[in-house]
């Protein structure tokens, strides 16, 4: 089992900036992709961005060119650099990690959700 722990969300004004982190924990040796997604109660859950464990990017393209999203494998660690943040960003973000199971079936791990509010 794996467990994915966000942190570094809470409020913003427009256009400044944030920076999330995600700890994996478990039985990690077995990830290979992790990423970002947000959701609120009006949007089902959107791809924000993806790393894989070589280091391949990929953003959602509402965020494309204001997010970074990096990680440290020694770390076991997912971050998201948030920038030029809009109201348009406020929403419940999720950490998510791809590995395989026991029968090498690949299995997608969730976060609980760190809230991040852009509002003047």
Same mark, same amino acid.
């Given at each position: 089992?794996?467990?994915?722990?966000?942190?570094? %969300? +809470?409020?913003?004004?427009? #256009?400044? $900036?944030?920076?999330?982190?995600?700890?994996? *924990?478990?039985?990690?040796?077995?990830?290979?992709?992790?990423?970002?997604?947000?959701?609120?109660?009006?949007?089902?859950?959107?791809?924000?961005?993806?790393?894989?464990? %070589? +280091?391949?990017?990929?953003? #959602?393209? $509402?965020?494309?060119?204001?997010?970074?999203? *990096?990680?440290?494998?020694?770390?076991?660690?997912?971050?998201?650099?948030?920038?030029?943040?809009?109201?348009?960003?406020?929403?419940?973000?999720?950490?998510?990690?791809? %590995?395989?199971?026991?029968?090498?079936?690949?299995?997608?791990?969730?976060?609980?959700?760190?809230?991040?509010?852009?509002?003047?």
């Amino acid at each position: 089992q794996v467990q994915l722990v966000e942190s570094g %969300g +809470g409020l913003v004004r427009p #256009g400044g $900036s944030l920076t999330l982190s995600c700890v994996a *924990s478990g039985s990690i040796s077995s990830l290979y992709d992790m990423g970002w997604y947000r959701q609120t109660p009006a949007k089902q859950r959107e791809l924000v961005a993806t790393i894989t464990n %070589g +280091g391949s990017t990929n953003y #959602g393209d $509402s965020v494309k060119g204001r997010f970074t999203i *990096s990680r440290d494998n020694a770390k076991n660690t997912v971050y998201l650099q948030m920038n030029s943040l809009d109201t348009e960003d406020t929403a419940v973000y999720y950490c998510n990690a791809r %590995g395989y199971g026991l029968a090498f079936e690949v299995v997608n791990y969730w976060g609980q959700g760190t809230q991040v509010t852009v509002s003047s």
